[in-house]
């Protein structure tokens, strides 16, 4: 990592539970393979929960946005939500040193979770548009996911793939159990 980073916190509470106050904001960081990422990030601490007021990070065209909480106390409550807009996957792959992949295309996706940490809930829909991998059009790429009393379940995945005489479709469904390792 690398880059200005500017950090004002605010520290309160009492010794035994004391609370801060952080906003961290980086205009231009480098991190790993990725160059020219911004980052501004407004978070809480308490013994109570950890607080994400609000996360914004970008790099080249992609946007991603996170809020939430997560308590640390009695049921240990999350409430979390994230964005991600624009990512382009070969861009990505380049950042990662795998620019030999040839792929490319934009994701986007959207993140809910809910519950309690012992008994998370969460929600996945994922977009990727203009897909094309190996000198192959791919099409368009959509998934919908959720996580309920540790049930993961794919609800539906679409590919569409454009063709001659008319676009070919997949599409998938199915389920795993987290703990009885079972489809």
Same mark, same amino acid.
């Given at each position: 990592?690398a880059?200005?980073?500017?950090?004002?916190?605010g520290?309160?509470?009492? $010794?035994?539970a004391?609370?801060?106050?952080?906003?961290?904001?980086a205009?231009?960081?480098?991190?790993?393979?990725?160059?020219?990422?911004?980052?501004?990030?407004?978070?809480?601490?308490?013994?109570?929960?950890?607080?994400?007021r609000?996360?914004?990070?970008?790099?080249?065209d992609?946007?991603?946005?996170?809020?939430?909480r $997560?308590?640390?106390?009695?049921?240990?409550?999350?409430?979390?939500?994230?964005?991600l807009?624009?990512a382009?996957?070969?861009?990505?792959?380049?950042?990662?040193g795998k620019?030999?992949?040839?792929?490319?295309?934009?994701?986007?996706?959207?993140?809910?979770?809910?519950?309690t940490?012992?008994?998370?809930?969460?929600?996945?829909?994922?977009?990727?548009?203009?897909?094309?991998?190996?000198?192959?059009?791919?099409?368009?790429?959509?998934?919908?996911?959720?996580?309920?009393?540790r049930?993961?379940?794919?609800?539906?995945?679409?590919?569409s793939?454009?063709?001659?005489?008319?676009?070919?479709?997949?599409?998938?469904?199915?389920?795993?159990?987290?703990?009885?390792?079972?489809?």
């Open positions: 990592v880059g200005e980073l500017r950090l004002d916190a520290l309160g509470g009492a $010794v035994t004391p609370s801060v106050d952080a906003t961290v904001s205009p231009v960081l480098a991190v790993g393979g990725l160059s020219g990422v911004s980052l501004d990030v407004n978070a809480q601490y308490s013994p109570a929960a950890v607080t994400l609000q996360l914004n990070a970008a790099w080249q992609a946007r991603l946005q996170a809020s939430g $997560v308590g640390l106390q009695g049921r240990q409550p999350v409430a979390l939500a994230a964005t807009e624009r382009n996957i070969a861009a990505l792959l380049a950042a990662l620019a030999d992949i040839p792929a490319e295309g934009t994701v986007a996706l959207r993140a809910n979770a809910s519950g940490l012992a008994n998370p809930r969460a929600e996945l829909a994922v977009q990727a548009a203009d897909l094309a991998a190996y000198g192959e059009t791919v099409g368009m790429l959509t998934v919908g996911a959720e996580l309920v009393d049930n993961l379940r794919l609800k539906a995945l679409r590919l793939k454009p063709q001659p005489d008319g676009d070919g479709s997949l599409t998938a469904r199915g389920s795993y159990h987290l703990d009885r390792h079972t489809i």
